[in-house]
């Protein structure tokens, strides 16, 4: 069974600071997507990385896909009140699947 | 280009009865994916329907089932309610040719329905 371990579940930290939020697992996946969910909506995706060791960035959010594909990093830069949600890792066990398995998610709070 | 759509958004529902939920996905995405998120279990997968067909299934009892229609719409269905189905079910759709192609499993969510049972 795939699992995907995402740390920590909670952070609150002050507007300005940075956080790494951490997706582990003992399996590999084919691709990896992270997606940021707001109370009452659905999951908006964020990026996807396929490759080991692909870095994408998008803007002040950098996501990191391990070179052996079964962990992945966002690191979010001087964080904004606008960035507070729910992210979530998922994965993939291969291409072409609506399969996903999901992270129990972190709530990020950032205080003004 | 609209997104992902979901009806009804808010259902409340009594123990014992039964429960159609609709998903239209994203204008040519042929791969229409379930989900259920609780506050404890987070995100689990129900099932996948491509081109009509189950594709992927996950671990949940016979009482949830799905079905898509030739236009790629999809309904899923969840007999004799039990207090633990509360939840919001997602829908996601993923642009699938299946050309072979990969859509790097890139899924594309509504914005759920929330089921209560009382």
């Known amino acids: 069974t795939q699992l995907l371990e995402q740390s920590p579940q909670f952070l609150s930290i002050q507007e300005g600071e940075n956080l790494t939020v951490y997706c582990n697992s003992s399996s590999v996946f084919s691709s990896l997507q992270w997606y940021r969910q707001e109370p009452g909506e659905g999951p908006v995706l964020l990026v996807t990385?396929?490759?080991?060791?692909e870095v994408k960035k998008l803007k002040r959010l950098t996501f990191q896909f391990g070179d052996a594909r079964k962990d992945s990093s966002l690191h979010i830069t001087a964080a904004q009140t606008g960035d507070t949600g729910l992210y979530l890792c998922a994965g993939a066990g291969s291409s072409n699947t609506g399969k996903l398995i999901f992270g129990q998610g972190t709530t990020l709070q950032v205080k003004p | 280009k609209a997104g992902v759509t979901q009806t009804p958004r808010y259902l409340i529902k009594t123990r014992g009865q039964q429960v159609t939920l609709s998903c239209s996905p994203i204008s040519g995405h042929r791969s229409v994916s379930w989900y259920q998120q609780t506050p404890g279990q987070g995100l689990q997968f129900l099932f996948e329907?491509?081109?009509?067909?189950?594709?992927n299934k996950g671990n949940f009892p016979g009482r949830f089932s799905g079905r898509q229609f030739s236009n790629s719409r999809s309904e899923m269905n969840v007999s004799t309610l039990e207090l633990g189905d509360s939840a919001l079910y997602l829908c996601?759709?993923?642009?699938?040719?299946?050309?072979?192609?990969?859509?790097?499993?890139?899924?594309?969510f509504g914005p759920g329905t929330r089921l209560t049972v009382l």
């Open positions: 990385v396929v490759t080991g060791g």
């Open positions: 996601a759709s993923s642009l699938d040719s299946g050309s072979g192609v990969s859509s790097y499993n890139e899924q594309f």
């Open positions: 329907y491509f081109s009509e067909t189950q594709r």
